[in-house]
Structures are given as C-alpha cells and as structure tokens.
C-alpha cells in the first residue's frame, strides 16, 4: 500500500473480505476501486552480498515476494474485445 500510495494511486484496505491464509494470502486491498488481493510467499531467489571474512562475495539466497492479483467478480466483468 505504501509504494502504490507514493507513486499517486487511491489505495484503500478491504477489511470484510475474506483470506486464505494457507494459500499466501495476506490481505485485500481496493486500487483505485478495483479490489486486489495481496500474497506473500517466502521462495523468490536473489543474490545475497556477503562480507563476512573481510572481503564482499555474492550467493544465491530466498527472499520473500509480494504480489497482487485482481478479484474479478463473474457478474461485473466486462471482456475488453479491442477496438
């Protein structure tokens, strides 16, 4: 919410929405009135720099990751076919 808001998005938190916690799921959001939900996994592979022993090496290492997917509901979905 905080990198959207900065970057000039209304962003707003959906507190009645519900969450699957066992999926990733860590809450659900509204970005400019359309509702996303927001997971966090802990498996997305970065390098790590290192400079334990004096001098700065580099190893792979898992970082977590945060994504948001659009809730679409069936009954307000309008297909874009093109202009």
Known sequence: MYLATKAGWTVSV???AA?????GDCGVVE???LRCRI???PRVRTTLVDDVGGRMSQRPAFAHAAWVDPLLEPDN???YLGA
């Open 14 to 16: 959906a507190p009645d």
């Open 19 to 23: 969450l699957d916690v066992d999926a």
């Open 31 to 33: 970005v400019e009135g």
């Open 39 to 41: 997971h966090l996994t």
């Open 77 to 79: 979905f309008v297909p």
